[in-house]
């Protein structure tokens, strides 16, 4: 498992845009990559999915939103943006047609290493700005085929859930850009 983590390193290492030095989060970014590289759940799963789409959705207020530009050979980058609920939801996941695999991550010292996971929700208040940044909880979008570039516009389905439980959709398009 260790030797196949490091063979991923290469290819990570510029995962979410941290440098190399930070080798726990680079670790624990791998551990991620691993984790990815199960076989995708087959594309009918997503349809079947719980989700009530109205046409005119307009659950959360976007503000500042922007994806890592990516380099050749990096399959991985963080999307990131203030979300201003205009009801208590909870961003409870996202989909892209440009990644693979796409996880809710954030950013927390464990002793004095900075290490990145997975989460499974985000709580967003209403009426509250909610922001995803570097160094913070982000966006992951994993398993990229093709390296996001500066001028890209991704659309993003964010996954919102209710606080009666129902799950709505919220498409976002954002520029592929560096950190404003
Ligand atoms: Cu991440």
Redesign the pocket.
């Known amino acids: 498992m260790t030797v196949n983590l490091l063979s991923k390193l290469a290819a990570v290492r510029a995962?979410?845009g941290w440098q190399p030095g930070w080798c726990g989060v680079v670790l624990a970014?791998a551990a991620?990559q691993a984790l990815a590289a199960e076989p995708a759940a087959p594309a009918a799963s997503a349809a079947s999915a719980p989700v009530v789409a109205p046409a005119a959705s307009n659950w959360v207020k976007v503000e500042g939103a922007w994806i890592r530009p990516m380099v050749p050979g990096q399959t991985a980058t963080?999307g990131y943006m203030s979300l201003t609920a205009s009801q208590p939801l909870t961003l409870v996941g996202f989909k892209s047609a440009a990644a693979r695999t796409t996880e809710l991550?954030e950013m927390k010292m464990d002793g004095d290493v900075m290490r990145?996971r997975a989460i499974p929700s985000l709580a967003l208040p209403a009426g509250q700005a909610v922001v995803m940044q570097p160094g913070g909880q982000?966006l992951?979008l994993m398993g990229v085929t093709a390296p996001l570039q500066v001028g890209a516009d991704v659309t993003l389905t964010l996954k919102l859930r209710k606080a009666d439980g129902k799950t709505v959709t919220q498409d976002v398009v954002v520029p592929v850009r560096p950190r404003p």
């Open positions: 995962c979410c970014c991620a963080g991550h990145m982000h992951m």
